[in-house]
């Protein structure tokens, strides 16, 4: 069976050509069969998939519509499943089983779509390769010696190797755009607020969105239709009411003002990542929108905040995985604080530990000033300068990142992996929507994004100039070209 | 050389909400350990607080009756330190934008009253308990109580002794207990405080070296902590020595306070604004809507029984202190009952009475209590009658005039029944009409006496010394 998109999909199953139950099937098939390679899954969830695609089956049956009815899709592990082990890719919570499920799962179980699995990550989302998995490591189906990008690794390379039609991820400083730029698929960073946050294991609150990953802009409508909304159990999440994202997709462009911030496009980018964005502002005008260099300067603060914020808020989100109430504890202690101390030294990883002495660091009396409440401060001027920008343009185009996939290995040095999250952080410290969509391939073979990003929940305005781009720009989904094992 | 005490309290006391402060678990004390817990108090991954906006209403009665401002813009704060009946790893409170602030009360000290400053009052929430089986040598949790909300009260450096300490822990409580928002139950450890204290030679203007004081299990606790501590700071002293700055246990067992951790191991909490709640925003209306509700305070109720009940200021105070005493007077004077009256019953003898039968609560209508007076009043019950009435109503409550019939205890105030007892009495003791009549008054009680013992102890002891009056006069 050829890849298909959601809305493909679905009408194959509403239209009886296909049953839930096939669909599900195919799919865990090919988990089986090519995931050996990817490694992106890291709990398949047969027997539940199976069931659910039954219950799918029925509701079409009695004529129900939906649009994810019967639709497989992979969730990241760190979303709560309930009665599904939802690990973080840590060994801290390698054994943890919620009790319950996140909003998002809720949500999709109610609009009938199939979770085929859990899906691999960076440790608790930190890092940007999904090497810091304390399972496996993800592969890039376009280069199997690349990383997928991260945190949302799993996610990116399973939509890209046709495992499942969609996947949910989260982004907290590029967690979702930075792995769908790498392996060439849509990825959506909603606004802060937009989806909730109820069952995804907290990195950083105040950074922290769910987002998803699809084939296309259209698929990518679809999925937010099903995710946005207010939540009652979610304090941050806004009493917004969620339009249809799909309605005037089709629209076009025509008279949008398009922002391309000249900071975004200094040194450290690959030339051909600059070259697909001037493109993209060619095919922009092409569609009949106006684009303008404008600026940014406050950009390069961006990264030592977010890395202050995240790292900060980190220290105290992660604090409850003490060994005493559920995951990992470490045997065989004589007192509390060594067992404390022995549980959080071998559940966590290396970065995992890093961020985690950095917020401390940040956080303790006499440095809260200086490092903390500092960054809060940038963070307030990076929203001011982005709101500034958007009196004057309806959408900004940067590059996702600086580069296309690097290799396995290659960012040892901590700080250069943190470098490669520059054209992204800015976005989620300012709480903004943001997108990736897939801009061709570098002469290596490699998938490039462009991001586009646009006002507080203005998703319908960044989905129609990404679906215009994407129509204009011809390039669609990036296939792979790895077919081993299908 | 001569020291003063200076005190400081930090009070906690639980809320009486029906449901936690972030979820909708109950918080009903006593349950079966782990029963009214769900993954939100429990901390489990992914969770996420919603607050109860009953708390924030609740904390701004204790504000408005404490004289403070309310804060319009506030924030919750996270508290991080690890121990293991703490679920997240940290406790979200109040750091710098409390509910409320700048406040005072106002305590009767032995120069008069006295205002003691509130710093603030903010919102947090409890943790766990921890159940240690030394036995089996293990210890288990129990997160019941976690996420039970709390308002901290937190006093000025004001109080000058363990006496005003417990002055004003005794005003908050009733405050508390006035406002219905907290059960103040010390056992319970719905009302727990911590005690900062430090000494200084008298006159001396700075602040000596403080220690906090922690596991003060209740008021009386609190006034031997602080004398013991007061009483080993001035020794200290004395001795040429300093105090160190740390936290110290109270163990009032061994009436003995114990070194905790010195400043140099004091936690580093590391607070920052909970990322996962959003400002509290309290607008004027939702103020003017809760003071608009509050209910009639003990200060108020007692400037009202002097006032217009001319009651002695020692019991309006005794009355007040209560709120379930005052609110029976209110009741008992509110069904006709004088006020001197009612008070006198339920300061002396009702209290006594609540002792005996081991109960808290007066098992009898106000409006029982209120007949029963009102028939003193009237001559139909002795004082005694009227004692031995409240008693058996304390075990079957019930008219008191029905009870009165059934154990023959109303008074005999008919003229020709009493004389008929007096003049059977005179006949019987000539011996001591003589004397009467030689101007020895002791014998008139003896006869007044025989005349009680005579008639059961029901006739008018007024109308049997008239009658007695009259009768030797004739003779």
Request: proline share 5%; net charge neutral.
């Amino acid at each position: 069976m050829k890849d298909f998109t959601v809305r493909e999909l679905g009408r194959l199953l509403h239209g009886r050509e296909l049953s839930a139950l096939e669909l599900t099937k195919i799919y865990l098939d090919r988990i089986a069969k090519t995931d050996a390679v990817i490694e992106s899954f890291i709990t398949v969830c047969e027997e539940q998939a199976i069931k659910a695609a039954q219950a799918a089956d029925k509701r079409i049956a009695s004529g129900e519509k939906g649009a994810l009815l019967g639709i497989p899709v992979g969730i990241k592990d760190n979303i709560c499943t309930s009665g599904v082990k939802t690990t973080c890719a840590s060994k801290m919570l390698s054994n943890f089983v919620p009790p319950y499920d996140a909003t998002v799962i809720k949500k999709l179980g109610q609009a009938g779509a199939v979770m085929l699995g859990k899906l691999n990550m960076d440790e608790f989302a930190m890092g940007s390769s999904t090497e810091k998995s304390y399972f496996k490591k993800t592969k890039n189906p376009h280069l199997l010696n690349c990383v997928p990008g991260g945190s949302s690794g799993g996610s990116a390379a399973c939509v890209s190797a046709g495992l499942a039609p969609f996947a949910l991820g989260s982004d907290t400083g590029g967690s979702i755009r930075q792995p769908a730029s790498f392996c060439g698929t849509v990825g959506l960073k909603p606004t802060y607020g937009l989806v909730s946050r109820y069952g995804l294991v907290a990195f950083a609150s105040s950074l922290d969105q769910i987002g998803c990953f699809t084939r296309d802009v259209y698929d990518c409508a679809i999925v937010l239709n099903h995710i946005a909304g207010h939540d009652a159990m979610d304090s941050t999440s806004a009493p917004f009411i969620v339009p249809d994202y799909t309605n005037g997709l089709t629209d076009g462009i025509s008279g949008k003002r398009i922002g391309i911030p000249k900071q975004y496009l200094e040194s450290g980018i690959q030339p051909e990542v600059r070259e697909a964005v001037n493109k993209a502002a060619e095919y922009f005008e092409k569609a009949g929108a106006v684009c303008e260099e404008c600026s940014l300067p406050l950009t390069k603060y961006a990264l030592p905040a977010y890395y202050l914020i995240s790292s900060a808020e980190a220290s105290s989100n992660l604090a409850r995985f003490d060994g005493v109430k559920y995951g990992f504890r470490a045997e065989n202690c004589s007192n509390l604080s060594e067992m404390y101390e022995t549980t959080r030294s071998l559940g966590f990883g290396e970065e995992v530990k890093r961020r985690i002495m950095l917020g401390t660091y940040a956080l303790s009396s006499g440095y809260y000033d200086a490092y903390y409440k500092k960054a809060q401060q940038v963070r307030t001027l990076i929203q001011r300068e982005f709101a500034d920008n958007f009196k004057r343009f309806d959408i900004l185009l940067t590059p996702t990142t600086p580069t296309t996939a690097f290799e396995f290995g290659e960012k040892a040095d901590p700080v250069s992996m943190y470098m490669g999250d520059i054209c992204t952080v800015a976005i989620n410290i300012a709480g903004l929507p943001a997108i990736n969509v897939p801009a061709g391939l570098d002469s290596r073979g490699k998938p490039v994004g462009i991001q586009l990003i646009a006002p507080p929940f203005c998703e319908q305005s960044l989905l129609k100039c990404a679906y215009a781009y994407e129509q204009t720009a011809g390039f669609g989904f990036l296939q792979p070209e790895f077919k081993e094992g299908i | 050389m001569r020291y003063e005490t200076v005190i400081g309290l930090e009070i906690h006391a639980e809320l009486a909400t029906k449901s936690k402060i972030y979820c909708s678990c109950s918080t009903e004390f006593g349950a079966a350990p782990n029963t009214h817990t769900c993954p939100i108090c429990t901390g489990m991954p992914g969770t996420l607080p919603v607050l109860n906006k009953k708390v924030v209403d609740y904390a701004v009665m204790a504000g408005l009756a404490m004289n403070c401002s309310i804060t319009e813009y506030g924030k919750q704060d996270r508290k991080n330190y690890f121990y293991p009946d703490l679920p997240k790893s940290y406790q979200t409170s109040q750091f710098d934008q409390p509910v409320c602030q700048n406040g005072y009360l106002e305590i009767a000290s032995e120069n008069g009253p006295k205002k003691i400053g509130i710093t603030r009052i903010h919102i947090e929430e409890d943790a766990g308990k921890l159940i240690h089986d030394d036995l089996r040598g293990y210890t288990l949790v129990d997160y019941n109580r976690c996420g039970v909300p709390l308002i901290e009260i937190v006093t000025e450096p004001d109080l000058r002794s363990a006496k005003e300490a417990k002055c004003f822990l005794e005003t908050v409580k009733s405050i508390l207990e006035y406002l219905e928002i907290s059960d103040c139950k010390m056992q319970e450890g719905s009302l727990r405080c911590d005690v900062n204290i430090s000494v200084r030679p008298a006159g001396q203007q700075q602040l000596g070296v403080r220690t906090e004081m922690k596991n003060i299990n209740s008021f009386s606790a609190a006034v031997r902590a602080i004398e013991s501590e007061s009483e080993r700071q001035i020794d200290l002293l004395e001795a040429g020595k300093t105090v160190i700055r740390a936290t110290r246990r109270w163990d009032d067992v061994k009436n003995q306070s114990f070194d905790m951790r010195s400043k140099e191991q004091a936690h580093d909490y590391r607070y920052f604004p909970e990322p996962d709640l959003v400002p509290i925003v309290i607008d004027r209306q939702w103020v003017s809507r809760i003071k608009n509700s509050l209910p009639e305070l003990p200060d108020s109720r007692k400037k009202k029984y002097l006032s217009k009940y001319g009651l002695s200021d020692a019991d309006a105070a005794q009355l007040v202190s209560s709120k379930k005493i005052s609110d029976y007077f209110e009741d008992t004077v509110g069904n006709g009952a004088s006020p001197k009256l009612a008070a006198n019953w339920l300061i002396g003898e009702i209290p006594k009475l609540l002792r005996k039968k081991g109960t808290e609560e007066i098992p009898f209508c106000a409006e029982y209590l209120a007949k029963t007076i009102q028939m003193t009043e009237k001559g139909s019950l002795s004082s005694s009658a009227a004692k031995a009435v409240i008693e058996e109503m304390f075990d079957r409550p019930r008219d008191p005039e029905n009870i009165a019939k059934e154990k023959g205890l109303l008074q005999i105030n008919d003229e020709a029944a009493v004389m008929a007892f007096v003049e059977k009495v005179i006949e019987e003791n000539p011996q001591a009409v003589k004397e009467i009549k030689s101007g020895k008054d002791k014998a008139v009680g003896f006869i007044v006496g025989q005349v009680m013992r005579y008639s059961k102890g029901r006739a008018n002891p007024q109308l049997i010394n008239k009658l007695l009056k009259d009768i030797l006069a004739e003779k």
